[in-house]
């Protein structure tokens, strides 16, 4: 991934150059992330006294209309920040601090939040506390308000919470969260893990949503999907749990007629390794090495995440809120700037633009 500044004449700002090396077999052509110089594409990175954020904001110092990046909410008022010493320069035109604490739009906030949960058991007290001191809550009350088209939180945190005001807020109009796919960028080229966060013990429906999101973003970094159902059965020869449901998911793909090469269940090497997967299934109708794999438990899929991270050597993009319509991503508290900023270039991406 080069996230190298581009060139300020170019029409991508800097992670717009999430593009791939061809001396690996990767696809050369780049994946356009970032908004044109005339988007107005915002994002709202509700991320408390973190440094994280101000290194974000600071590549896409040119102008507001150009990347489109509205800061965090932060309980720091910007004189402190400014006061700082290690904070970053960064030209305050360039994005919007927001303060919970005197806020212009707090009662528009909490007015909405309250509508929208008024019948879930939310008073509007408990309305007034929420606007003032979460971030995430106010973040999803700008992305439902227009105020901002998608929103990035979880650097501090456990997931689930937060997810917890994304669905509340956001989930809406046919959006629902799918799964949490993270892209693993490894020496031979770019792995798909799902799903990673969302359904701990997923449905055959759930999975089979999951598998056809995860095709989408794929094609999307230009890969041709290759899909497995990783189980601890392989091809039936288990009656576990996992092998039942992938099962189940491989009739619902089956009967959907998708376009796209997968097949399961199957353990994660005969998935990776296409010559064992010929010795022990024949018949395979996937060729070559799967690139997307698709697990029966988060535990299972969050493993595989880490362990490609933390010995692999693998540079991982995301987690990506799959069926969220990009309104919507949940990182996760290890994320570094780097990380922070891939997630808030795809952000800024139309769906409209997904393969």
Not at 328 to 348: C, D, F, K, Y
Request: proline share 6%; hydrophobic share 40%; glycine share 8%.
């Amino acid at each position: 991934l080069n996230t190298e500044p581009a060139p300020r004449g170019s029409s991508f700002c800097a992670s717009a150059w999430l593009g791939w090396d061809s001396s690996k077999g990767w696809p050369t052509r780049p994946t356009k992330a970032w908004p044109a110089r005339n988007s107005t594409t915002r994002r709202v990175l509700p991320i408390w006294r973190d440094m994280r954020s101000d290194r974000v904001s600071m590549p896409c110092s040119t102008s507001q209309a150009e990347c489109g990046l509205s800061a965090a909410p932060k309980s720091r008022s910007p004189s402190r920040r400014a006061r700082s010493r290690k904070a970053p320069t960064v030209d305050s035109s360039d994005f919007e601090v927001v303060n919970p604490e005197s806020d212009r739009r707090y009662r528009d906030y909490w007015g909405s939040y309250h509508e929208l949960l008024e019948r879930q058991g939310v008073t509007p007290d408990t309305a007034r506390s929420i606007i003032r001191t979460n971030s995430t809550a106010i973040a999803a009350v700008a992305v439902h308000r227009g105020d901002a088209d998608s929103m990035i939180c979880g650097a501090f945190g456990q997931y689930l919470w937060h997810m917890n005001y994304v669905r509340q807020v956001l989930a809406r109009g046919g959006l629902h969260p799918r799964g949490a796919l993270s892209l693993m960028i490894l020496e031979d080229g770019p792995l798909f893990v799902a799903d990673t966060q969302v359904n701990p013990i997923p449905t055959p429906e759930q999975i089979a949503e999951s598998a056809i999101g995860a095709v989408r973003h794929a094609r999307r970094f230009g890969v041709a999907p290759k899909l497995a159902l990783c189980s601890h059965s392989n091809f039936g020869n288990l009656d576990s749990d996992s092998g039942r449901r992938m099962r189940a998911a491989m009739e619902i793909l089956d009967h959907r007629e998708v376009d796209f090469e997968y097949e399961g269940e199957m353990s994660l090497d005969a998935a990776l390794d296409a010559e064992l997967r010929s010795r022990i299934f024949p018949n395979s109708r996937l060729q070559g090495a799967a690139n997307i794999l698709i697990f029966g438990y988060t535990d299972a899929a969050n493993a595989a995440r880490n362990m490609l991270k933390m010995k692999a050597g693998g540079l991982e993009v995301g987690p990506i809120l799959m069926g969220m319509g990009n309104r919507a991503h949940i990182v996760t508290p290890s994320i570094t700037a780097r990380g922070l900023l891939n997630v808030s270039a795809l952000a800024g991406t139309p769906v409209s633009l997904y393969g």
